[in-house]
């Protein structure tokens, strides 16, 4: 063992645990429903609202919500390794789980909520202060709650199973709350004229996702409680700062977590670029109303039904690397293409029935195509668990979770940032009505979008190539720790 502490190699559970059946893994799934209200919320409106409804410019926006996730990410790492080493007699990770529901939901109310009349220095203070606090406590209930699907269970192929699980209930309850807030809280009527740039809607969006994120986590950790008595227990042990160091060295050294960390951070910058623009994307550049949008996300929630299932199955036949490597490549060429199309002067004309058709297709396929391809990293992932035991003696999901959120989220955050700073350079005006925007600037927009997320893409694919833990070795692994066991 190497790069860690002097200290008693980690407990097992007090008893073999029972193979995880089919309940507990939609319960323990059902609080991702959290974290997909989260997301949609905070890539799909957040840069749209404090831009083009509250008034503040798209830079700064972009520069806040990127030194939010650096923060976050910092936490992560702390997160991870209290998680790991919590001895209490509700386990290591349910502690935070509990903790962490009321004032989450709360903190993603008040975003939406910010104070009338103030300046836009303090909006901005506000903003920060709320989108921090939402990731800080979303850290307390992710990273533990990740930490627990190795823990659930060690079989290869089940953990796949799990985290489809887990990334289709995040997805129904990111797009079936963005699918509600198209159809009804910001649809146009005589109430609210201005749809999605009316501030009225988003206060009722806030207050419905706060409830739903509260209950799915309360979910999450009722509905696994009952397993904590076959959960790994924490090693009891004291720390000094130089022992802390170096646990994270020999649990962070794995190079397998290396490899997939470098495929994550440029899948990231990308996501945060996608996420940031897409609003703009589908309101001025393709003109699309609320009721589209609607369409667009029933597109992307049909295609996650059709992923859950194929990404374990693919997984299964050609291998976890091969099938998000598959996925990613398609991914970015599906996306990419209607907005290189319309550049050429190809697609039909904003407002017709041909041109939603073709946007409902790109959607269905490009979300079914990253689904499977992160199901399959996220699973992937799991498996370094084993990989870092062998070598450290010490299970440190928690540790290995954070590390990668914190990585991913600094990522995201300079994706997101560089979104903003594409807004900014395209000369985007602020408060731009669907219709009003000039096509060069909406082509400026475009050119810079394409080439970013093509060499993003590339360089996060390439990656993949070079993570070497099959199956077989995962197996190894498994069957090494329980010779140590048993000696």
Known sequence: MDGGLKAEIE???????????????????????SNGIKLRGMSGF?????????????????????????LDGIIDPA??????????????RHPYMYASALPYALAFYLIWNPPLGWSNELLLVYMAATVISVRVFDSLFEVPVSALIPELTSDYHQRTELVSYRYLMGILGGMLMSLYAYKVIFKKDADNPEGLLGVAGYHTYGLISAIAIFVAIMIAALGTHHRIKWLHRAPKRKFNLREVFGEVLGTL???ELWVLTAAGIFAAVASGVAEGLSMYFNVYFWELDPSQLAILVMAGLSAALVAIPAAPFLCRR????????????????VALTP???????????????????????????H????????????????????????RTGRRSEGLLVSADNFLKKVSNGAGLFVSGAIITLVAFPAKAKPGAVDQETLNALALVYIPTLVVLYVLSVASLSFYKLTQQAHEQNLETIRQRGAA
Do not use: C, H
């Not at 319309?342 to 904003?350: D, K, S």
């Not at 079914?368 to 062998?390: C, G, K, P």
């Open 367 to 390: 979300a079914a195509l990253v689904l499977i391809a992160n199901i399959a990293v996220t699973s992937m992932f799991t498996d370094l668990t084993e990989a870092s035991q062998v």
């Open 79 to 92: 997160v991870g390794l209290m998680s790991d080493n919590t001895p209490t007699r509700w386990g290591r």
């Open 318 to 333: 050609v291998g976890k690397r091969a099938t998000a490597g598959f996925g990613l490549s398609l991914a970015f060429i």
């Open 11 to 33: 407990p097992a559970a007090a008893t073999e645990s029972p193979r995880l059946d089919r309940k507990t893994m939609f319960l323990y799934a059902t609080g991702s429903i």
């Open 339 to 365: 907005v290189a199309l319309r550049l050429m002067g190809v697609m039909p004309p904003n407002g017709s029935k041909a041109l939603l058709y073709i946007l409902i297709v790109e959607v269905f396929i």
């Open 46 to 70: 957040l840069m749209l609202f404090y831009n083009q409804v509250v008034g503040l410019p798209a830079a700064w926006v972009g520069a806040a919500l990127m030194v939010a996730l650096i």
């Open 253 to 255: 050294s794995t190079r």
